[in-house]
């Protein structure tokens, strides 16, 4: 909805210590975003003498000395403006965005997003700069995620900044633009030789070659992306730690740090601890390890020292059944927990069961039942 962030971001690449010109433009956008484009940036305006705004950019380059043969390759074309699209449920058709206001509209602007970014960055010829200027915030999020998962340590993530007066008024395009100075609605007239433009470099972690097998694949979709990375993250958190579980005491020592958990808490750990150690596999849902943690709940309970009845097994709140929710309860009291004794229990908390899984997924090796 702001074009003349494409100006100022090329122009302030070409004023950079080393200029960048980049070899073409591609905006990614709504409909709504397209006719701002094409009715402000790309059509003749009078002030500027009967130029667009984005041919006097290239001239005014052109007459600094800059070279433009195959460089700054834009216009109106479906491969320069690159609509976003969602799936109309029902009728199976594509439709384009006109904004982002829903959640299906963000996931399908993220999968649309992630497909143009993945598309670039594929080939190794090319470097790709990211402007998170001009679009929603969402669009900024989602953008510099996918980079943050798919771009190399060449690609830049980058937000141009414009003085005031200048970057709210309609007519400015870049510093050296003709047609005299920008009357402001109400007030004076700024000369636009007067702007400072600045392009600020924002920092990312490139986890492309951490993730080289699952980006190796098909695209797929955003989400898909980033629960396959997830994944990798929690494998590789898990093969760091190892866990020391205390049947006789509601303990456990994670690296060598003491954990202390309430009956609860314990027993699904000590009940999730025993499954991996045992080489069961995990359950999809919570409501799958109901049956068999009661069951397990029953052989504790009887487990214990029959005239010690300070053992924890003897707990009055492990005597009642337990469902889906407990188990939700429990997971989080743990998780909660786990960070305030440090790094390495902190870390143990991606391991313990969220949706979609209920299972602790350290390895096996990594896992000592004591008592």
Not at 186 to 193: F, K, L, N
Not at 221 to 240: D, P
Not at 293 to 299: G, H, I, K, P, V
Not at 345 to 357: I, Q
Request: aromatic share 6%; glycine share 8%.
């Amino acid at each position: 909805m702001s074009p003349a962030v494409l100006t100022e971001t090329v122009w302030a690449l070409a004023h950079e210590p080393e200029p960048v010109l980049p070899a073409r433009v591609i905006a990614v956008t709504t409909t709504q975003g397209r006719r701002q484009i094409e009715t402000h940036l790309l059509a003749p305006q009078d002030r500027l003498g009967g130029l667009s705004p984005w041919d006097c950019l290239r001239r005014s380059l052109i007459e600094e000395g800059f070279d433009l043969a195959n460089r700054l390759r834009f216009g109106t074309t479906g491969d320069d403006i690159r609509v976003m699209t969602t799936l109309e449920h029902g009728s199976g058709r594509s439709r384009e965005l006109d904004d982002l206001r829903t959640p299906s509209d963000n996931e399908a602007a993220a999968n649309f997003i992630l497909e143009q970014v993945r598309g670039i960055v594929e080939n190794p010829d090319t470097r790709l700069i990211a402007s998170l200027a001009g679009g929603r915030k969402t669009m900024g999020a989602i953008l510099y995620a996918a980079l943050t998962l798919a771009a190399r340590e060449t690609d830049r993530i980058t937000h141009v900044l414009v003085s005031e007066p200048f970057e709210t008024l309609r007519d400015f395009w870049y510093p050296r633009q003709p047609g005299g100075p920008i009357p402001e609605r109400g007030g004076a007239a700024h000369d636009p030789a007067a702007a400072r433009i600045d392009l600020a470099d924002l920092p990312f972690v490139p986890l492309r070659n951490l993730f080289q097998r699952e980006l190796g694949r098909s695209a797929g979709t955003f989400s898909r992306l980033v629960e396959s990375c997830r994944a990798n993250v929690r494998q590789r958190i898990a093969e760091t730690l190892h866990l020391a579980i205390d049947t006789t005491r509601t303990e456990l020592e994670v690296n060598g740090t003491l954990v202390r958990l309430a009956p609860l808490e314990h027993l699904l750990l000590l009940f999730l601890a025993r499954r991996t150690k045992h080489g069961e596999p995990p359950y999809g849902a919570y409501a799958e390890a109901v049956d068999d943690l009661n069951a397990f709940r029953q052989e504790l309970i009887e487990s214990a020292p029959k005239n010690n009845f300070g053992d924890w097994r003897h707990a009055d709140s492990l005597r009642a059944s337990w469902d889906e929710q407990d188990i939700r309860k429990a997971a989080s009291g743990i998780r909660t927990k786990l960070p305030r004794y440090g790094s390495a229990p902190a870390a143990l908390a991606s391991c313990l069961p969220e949706k979609g899984r209920c299972s602790l997924e350290v390895p096996r090796a990594g896992i000592h039942i004591k008592g």
